[in-house]
């Protein structure tokens, strides 16, 4: 390109000068690293630091001494230590099965099998319990779990449970935490999931029909793993929430008069180390065995699921 100057005269146009170039791209960079900055600093105040703290912890006594892996023995060798994980474990099945299962279901159904009106009433009233807050849900479903005043009361004296320690029994936990989990959790994950199947182009979809596949086998052979990177996506956070679990037994414990166990999952455990017992060290030591469980478990989910392959889309 050319341009004319003062005199008339055709001239080669000036090009920007590397310090100009390169000023947007700082100042970008500068607000990046402003807009994130909040965020980094919460965690490492609230994430990063507790952590190192409870290693710390876990690898001294309560005098400070260096004490290696002994407070990780301690614990396992505790009676209430193999009970409490394995609790969690078969939580942790149940509710990851359920919750993929009936999330990704419904999903489809709203987003291929309804009409975009009645899809949206049924994604706002799937995410309404989800609004609540955890403690709030745990206290609808003690009334909902008690017969008498529950208003499923008949469902519940028809399963040959008429008061509320039969509903609380040790074998039932499992499946009353998995409930309250999936009704205050999966709404949100639905919506999630609705939107994930949006991205599918109709091209895609259309193709297959014109090819003869129904509506299940689109669901299955298509849609399904096209969205796999957002399923386990929700499986890696279900899982490490699912680990963490601690509201929904500390509120039924104290609801029912302590006839439940008080160290029923891992949490708990660690909870009844530190403030009935003083055993800090004890504490973080079980806190350390749920994050080495947690990031096991999302190392897996990511490393069989290419979560973070770019380009394969």
Same mark, same amino acid.
């Given at each position: 390109?050319?341009?004319? !100057?003062?005199?008339?005269?055709? +001239? $080669? ?23 994130? #900055? ?23 006594? @309560? ?6 892996? !002994? ?6 060798? @505790?009676?209430?230590?193999? *009970?409490? &994980?394995?609790? %969690? ?19 489809? %159904? ?31 479903? +003690?009334? +909902?779990? @008690? ?5 499923? #009361? ?15 029994? *040790?074998?039932?936990?499992?499946? %009353? ?23 599918? *182009?109709?091209?895609?979809?259309? $193709? ?16 399904? *793993? +096209? ?8 499986? %890696?956070? $279900? ?35 530190? &403030?009935? &017992?003083? @055993?800090? !060290?004890? $504490?973080?030591?079980? #806190?350390? &065995? ?24």
């Amino acid at each position: 390109m050319t341009a004319l !100057n003062t005199g008339g005269r055709l +001239m $080669a146009p000036t090009a920007p000068s590397p310090a100009r170039r390169r000023t947007p791209r700082r100042r970008a960079g500068l607000a990046g690293y402003l807009f994130v #900055s909040g965020y980094a600093i919460l965690l490492v105040a609230f994430g990063i630091y507790p952590t190192l703290f409870a290693g710390y912890l876990a690898l001294t006594n @309560d005098r400070g001494q260096f004490t290696g892996l !002994n407070q990780f023995v301690k614990v396992i060798q @505790d009676y209430r230590f193999g *009970p409490a &994980f394995t609790n %969690i474990l078969v939580y942790l099945v149940m509710w990851l099965v359920i919750l993929v299962v009936l999330t990704v279901v419904v999903a489809v %159904i709203l987003r291929s099998r309804m009409k975009p009106g009645l899809s949206s009433v049924f994604r706002f009233l799937f995410y309404i319990p989800g609004a609540l807050a955890g403690v709030a849900s745990v206290l609808v479903w +003690m009334f +909902m779990l @008690d017969p008498g005043v529950s208003p499923v #009361s008949g469902l519940l004296n028809a399963l040959g449970l008429s008061t509320f320690s039969q509903v609380i029994a *040790p074998q039932s936990l499992p499946v %009353i935490f998995v409930f309250i989990a999936f009704w205050t959790g999966a709404g949100g994950w639905i919506v999630v999931m609705y939107g994930a199947l949006n991205n599918i *182009p109709d091209e895609i979809l259309e $193709a297959a029909r014109v090819d003869g596949a129904g509506p299940w086998k689109s669901a299955w052979f298509i849609q399904i *793993p +096209m969205i796999s990177k957002w399923i386990a996506y929700m499986t %890696i956070l $279900a899982f490490a929430a699912g680990t963490q679990l601690f509201v929904e037994p500390q509120l039924l414990q104290s609801a029912s008069l302590g006839r439940l166990n008080p160290t029923w999952s891992p949490n708990q455990l660690a909870y009844v180390l530190a &403030f009935q &017992f003083g @055993d800090f !060290n004890g $504490a973080a030591a079980v #806190s350390i &065995f749920l994050l080495a469980i947690g990031l096991v478990g999302a190392g897996i989910l990511v490393t069989r699921s290419g979560l973070f392959k770019a380009g394969d889309e």
